[in-house]
Structures are given as C-alpha cells and as structure tokens.
C-alpha cells in the first residue's frame, strides 16, 4: 500500500489526483495540504474521515511514501523541497520550476539520499510528443513550439513547452541566439525565445492543454501535436509515477524515466 499527500488537494488537478488515490486498489490518501484553506475537518472536503488536512508544513507529522504536487507555481519548490527533507518522494506535477531550482532540488535530493519525479505533463501523448521532436530534430534543426491551455494557467510558457524547446536544443546542432532579426511592429510577436527556439503561449477558455512542434526545412515542413481534451487523460501518467517513484534513486525531471 503506497500512502500519499496530495498537495494542492483543492484545485482541478488537486481533485482529479484524490480520486485517483482513493479509487486506486494500491493506494492510500493519509493527508492533503493547502495553505489557503482554513477548515481542517476532512468531511468539509467529502474526504475519508482518516484523511488529515493540513494548511502548514509545520503540522504535518504524519508516516507517508509520496507527495503528489499539484499547487501553484510560487509554493512548488517549497514544497517539493519539504517533500525530500522529510523522506516523501515527490511526484511533481505543478510547472513554474526554473532551471536553477531543478538543479537546487536535485543536489538537495542528493544530500537527502531521496529521490523523486518531476513531470512536465502526465499525458502520454505529451511525453509521445516529445520523444518524437527530439528525434525530428537531428533533421529539422528549425523549430517553434506553439502551446495553449485553459484561461486559469497562470504561468507561461507551459511546462511541457520548456522541456520540449530543452529536448529540441539538446538534440541539434548549437544555434545562435536568433537565427534571424526581425522586426517587431508589436513586441512579442514572434514569442519567446530559448536558445533560437521561439514559443508561442496562448490562454483562451475552452482549451485544456494542446502543443504543436513546427519544424521547416528547404521545401518541407513537419507539424507534431498533441491534444488532452480532459484532465482526466493526465490521471494514468500520474498512476504510473507514484508506482514506479519508488524504484528511482535521484530527483530526475520526465515521465519518460518510468516508463516501460
């Protein structure tokens, strides 16, 4: 039996991972954190009543074999690094993680002798995604990366974005900066930049979470996109990283390190 923490319990994806947990034979919900509720009764939050509720790290005392993180982009790292300084493997689902605070985590993992996973997208598609621009990118060094969410993502570029414009960059040859000036008549126009890779961000209702690798060559081009249409497409990514978490011995970022 896995015992779980669920921060961030009372988002969308907060929801989404508790019924999971209590809906997965292996899996055993002991507690849920959010510093932004104040009622700590588990019946307010239609929870099993063994459930505890915790809005302060302080309070949490109890015996746990996994985080999953689903919280906010400013309360991630803090988290995360609680997480590996109390011996509870990490499943971070929550993007915002800059560079440097991946590698923080990673040596304070170190010192811990904890490991955990760091995950950019729980899709399959999306990791699918990725794997696939990698490879095309040996072949097609020009690339722009367009993701799109729902209107309450308050980071951006997403996650997935970042770590597909990383696995692109890692796999071509270095590029300047810029392959090419432009002229902006408004600001912002071609997106950001990541090493020469531009992203474009949109936050419209309607969408879930959507990406689209474009890459173009002399008298060719090649479009990857993936689509999750529900959150509840995430939840299988999510089974598979609290069951295998356990058989990692570092902080790694991707779902790909426990796939199969």
């Known amino acids: 039996m896995i015992k779980i923490i669920v921060a961030g319990f009372n988002g969308s994806m907060g929801q989404k991972a508790v019924h999971l947990v209590n809906n ?4 055993k919900l002991v507690g849920v954190y959010s510093p932004l509720v104040r009622d700590l ?19 949490i005392n109890i015996e746990a074999d996994v985080w999953i993180d689903f919280s906010t982009p400013k309360a991630v790292f803090e988290n995360t690094k609680f997480a590996l300084g109390h011996h509870i ?4 689902g929550t993007s915002g993680l800059t560079d440097q605070q991946v590698e923080d985590l990673k040596a304070y993992a170190k010192t811990q002798h904890m490991a955990g996973l760091i995950v950019p997208n729980f899709g399959i598609s999306a990791v699918l995604l990725m794997k696939f621009a990698k490879e095309a990118a040996k072949y097609f060094p020009e690339a722009e990366i367009i993701e799109m969410h729902h209107a309450d993502k308050t980071d ?17 040859e270095p590029q300047a900066a810029d392959n090419k000036k432009f002229d902006e008549t408004l600001p912002g126009a071609r997106g950001g930049n990541y ?9 419209l209702p309607g969408y879930v979470a959507h990406e689209q690798v474009l890459f173009g060559s002399e008298g060719e081009a090649l479009t990857i996109r993936q689509d999750s249409f529900t959150r509840d497409s995430f939840m299988k990514g999510v089974e598979i990283a609290v069951k295998k978490v356990g058989s990692l011995t570092e902080l790694v970022v991707g779902l790909e390190n426990v796939l199969s």
């Open 24 to 27: 997965t034979e292996d899996f």
């Open 41 to 59: 009764q588990p019946a307010s939050y239609d929870l099993p009543k063994d459930v505890q509720v915790f809005n302060d790290f302080s309070a």
């Open 195 to 203: 090493k020469g890779i531009r992203i474009h961000s949109v936050r």
């Open 89 to 92: 493997r990490p499943v971070v």
């Open 156 to 172: 951006a570029p997403s996650g997935t974005a970042l770590s597909t414009a990383k696995q692109i960059s890692e796999a071509r």
